[in-house]
């Protein structure tokens, strides 16, 4: 196995273990830093804001029960990027 395919393979287990990102911190997703926030009535929500090409701000929320994990929320958020 290579190397670049073994840090792929790593890099995916960990996206698969950690945990949601906490309330007011940012992630990287594709490059591109991304804000995290709770919403919601009971911070049921996890709502992340990003820079779009234009340089406009862009938000979107995602209900909390949704994902599981990290990778689940950045597949979310990529594809609303897109």
Known sequence: M???ELRKL???EL???AKLPKNNSTIDVGG???KITHAGKDNNYIGYSWKN???KERYEETP???HKNLKSLIKT???EMR
Do not use: A, F, Q, W
């Open 77 to 79: 958020i990529k594809d």
């Open 53 to 55: 090409d234009s340089g």
């Open 2 to 4: 290579k190397k670049s």
């Open 32 to 34: 591109i830093s991304v």
């Open 15 to 17: 996206l698969n273990e």
């Open 64 to 66: 909390m029960s949704s």
């Open 10 to 12: 790593i890099r995916e």
